[in-house]
């Protein structure tokens, strides 16, 4: 693959998380509680640590979690979401690479959505300076298994529909 | 490929559930830990205790005004308090509700205010897992 159309299928799916990431900011949150979320921008994270790998998805997260931020959020918004998604990305990278033949890719979601959660709680813990916000997690964990057995799921569709275009193999 | 269930998804889902269980246990256990006799409310800024009050003891509704990046609305009435207005863009706080027992909190983490109900005992607060 050469480095142009790497650049241009990169920011392809930069800007694809950042649709879906504003897409998923139209949803009302049925929970008080910080965190709760869709997770769809997860999404484009997990079919470029597929079809890439780590760097690249790093690369992509946080080019999406910065311009996001910009549309809604700020400063706090986008430490939250760094963090969280950085930790989440490099544990789910490590999962795909180590156990790639045995696991599905809705446990790689789940355990990179509880790792997203635990980011955030732990920036959360940081900048109120208590940690007593970690009493989220039970809440955020279950949530964050609902949403990361559909993400697996929608990624599994994703990426076999992408593999079908052969958009990656095609020499320019 | 990554379509079917795998040998790894029972590990990682034993894994998990197992997490979470022992989560709920932790909260638990740490809620059971800071409940005392009384109920203090403690409104916190940056993490400095701005006021204190025994909600037990309050005779009629009281509001708090609090400034920051945002303006909190907090008010209490005898045994239970709560984020009454706000004008954060999230909306967290208030959509919290009452609080009106020991250990529950509710949070502002825009303005970072925090309401916690603590027990009479003090001293317990901050890290405990």
Same mark, same amino acid.
């Given at each position: 693959?050469?480095?142009?159309?790497?650049?241009?299928?990169?920011?392809?799916?930069?800007?694809?998380?950042?649709?879906?990431?504003?897409?998923?900011?139209?949803?009302?949150?049925?929970?008080? =509680?910080?965190?709760?979320?869709?997770?769809?921008?997860?999404? =484009?994270?997990?079919?470029?640590?597929?079809?890439?790998?780590?760097?690249?998805?790093?690369?992509?997260?946080?080019?999406?979690?910065?311009?996001?931020?910009?549309?809604?959020?700020?400063?706090?918004?986008?430490?939250?979401?760094?963090?969280?998604?950085?930790?989440?990305?490099?544990?789910?990278?490590?999962?795909?690479?180590?156990?790639?033949?045995?696991?599905?890719?809705?446990?790689?979601?789940?355990?990179?959505?509880?790792?997203?959660?635990?980011?955030?709680?732990?920036?959360?813990?940081?900048?109120?300076?208590?940690?007593?916000?970690?009493?989220?997690?039970?809440?955020?964990?279950?949530?964050?298994?609902?949403?990361?057995?559909?993400?697996?799921?929608?990624?599994?569709?994703? =990426?076999?529909?992408?593999?079908?275009?052969?958009?990656?193999?095609?020499?320019? | 490929?990554?379509?079917?269930?795998?040998?790894?998804?029972?590990?990682?889902?034993?894994?998990?559930?197992?997490?979470?269980?022992?989560?709920?246990?932790?909260?638990?256990?740490?809620?059971?830990?800071?409940?005392?006799?009384?109920?203090?409310?403690?409104?916190?800024?940056?993490?400095?205790?701005?006021?204190?009050?025994?909600?037990?003891?309050?005779?009629?509704?009281?509001?708090?005004?609090?400034?920051?990046?945002?303006?909190?609305?907090?008010?209490?009435?005898?045994?239970?308090?709560?984020?009454?207005?706000?004008?954060?863009?999230?909306?967290?706080?208030?959509?919290?509700?009452?609080?009106?027992?020991?250990?529950?909190?509710?949070?502002?983490?825009?303005?970072?205010?925090?309401?916690?109900?603590?027990?009479?005992?003090?001293?317990?607060?901050?890290?405990?897992?």
């Amino acid at each position: 693959m050469t480095k142009t159309k790497k650049m241009v299928l990169l920011s392809f799916f930069a800007a694809g998380a950042i649709v879906l990431s504003i897409i998923e900011s139209m949803f009302p949150v049925p929970l008080p =509680i910080y965190g709760v979320k869709l997770g769809l921008a997860n999404i =484009i994270t997990i079919v470029l640590l597929y079809f890439f790998g780590i760097r690249e998805a790093l690369m992509v997260v946080c080019i999406r979690v910065f311009l996001s931020t910009l549309y809604g959020g700020g400063f706090v918004v986008f430490l939250f979401s760094i963090t969280g998604g950085i930790l989440s990305t490099l544990v789910m990278g490590f999962l795909m690479k180590v156990f790639f033949d045995r696991l599905s890719l809705s446990s790689v979601s789940v355990v990179g959505s509880i790792m997203h959660n635990l980011g955030q709680l732990l920036v959360a813990g940081v900048v109120m300076k208590d940690f007593a916000v970690l009493g989220y997690l039970p809440v955020l964990m279950i949530s964050g298994v609902i949403m990361g057995v559909f993400i697996g799921i929608i990624s599994n569709f994703l =990426i076999s529909s992408l593999k079908r275009i052969n958009v990656f193999t095609i020499k320019p | 490929m990554f379509n079917k269930m795998k040998k790894g998804d029972l590990v990682v889902g034993s894994i998990v559930l197992l997490l979470i269980i022992i989560s709920f246990a932790g909260v638990k256990i740490y809620n059971s830990l800071g409940s005392g006799n009384g109920k203090i409310a403690v409104i916190r800024q940056n993490n400095i205790i701005i006021k204190t009050i025994d909600l037990d003891k309050l005779k009629e509704s009281q509001e708090i005004k609090i400034d920051g990046d945002f303006h909190n609305t907090i008010l209490l009435e005898n045994g239970r308090i709560r984020f009454e207005d706000a004008d954060c863009p999230d909306l967290v706080c208030v959509k919290t509700g009452w609080l009106d027992k020991n250990g529950q909190m509710a949070v502002c983490l825009p303005n970072k205010v925090s309401v916690k109900i603590e027990g009479s005992d003090e001293g317990l607060d901050g890290v405990a897992f």
